[in-house]
């Protein structure tokens, strides 16, 4: 069952859904909770990781990430947060973050992070392919951009099967322009 979070023209509506924990061999994804605000803030106030996403500010703030954390558990929310805890293959509790946010018409979009830290090591595929397998919005696909800049979000993209539509562009907080994206998408079920 998919929490609709949002309806068309980008009014929230409330679901009583939960995300569910997704499980994988070295990680689980968890919603997130109050007390990750602070790791948040620590790992996201880097420049390699606000510099590659449209929403994170450069520098980040306590209280910036302290109202991230919030937004993500309110019932009413337009997006579902997990937290990539790697606990399960014996690494930290906190390793980035991943997300859905439904668009409509059987489609949600992700985006994920993970922390300069622990790159290289195949976490941000493993939370993919796990979130991907999990479906917790039942979409027939998802959608993703990088931007053209970042190749290693480019190739956890494809190494996940996505397919690259094509180029765009989109505004990044942390560098104050818009920046050169390419538009990835998965096919989940049906004809997408």
Request: aromatic share 8%; net charge negative.
């Amino acid at each position: 069952m998919r929490a609709e979070n949002m309806q068309a023209g980008g009014q929230r509506i409330e679901s009583d859904l939960r995300q569910p924990v997704i499980t994988a061999e070295r990680i689980l994804l968890r919603p997130v909770e109050a007390g990750d605000a602070e790791l948040v803030a620590r790992h996201a106030n880097d420049r390699r990781i606000a510099q590659m996403t449209c929403a994170i500010p450069f520098p980040l703030s306590l209280e910036a990430a302290r109202e991230y954390v919030a937004r993500a558990q309110e019932e009413d929310r337009v997006e579902d947060v997990w937290v990539i805890d790697g606990t399960p293959g014996g690494a930290e509790a906190f390793l980035g973050v991943i997300s859905l946010r439904y668009l409509g018409r059987d489609q949600s979009e992700v985006g994920y992070w993970v922390a300069p830290t622990f790159w290289n090591r195949g976490y941000a595929s493993e939370a993919l392919r796990a979130l991907l397998e999990a479906n917790p919005h039942d979409n027939r696909s998802v959608v993703a951009s990088v931007f053209q800049d970042n190749p290693a979000s480019a190739r956890v993209l494809t190494g996940t099967g996505f397919v690259c539509l094509g180029e765009a562009e989109a505004f990044s907080l942390a560098r104050g322009e818009h920046v050169p994206t390419w538009t990835y998408l998965k096919t989940l079920k049906g004809d997408g």
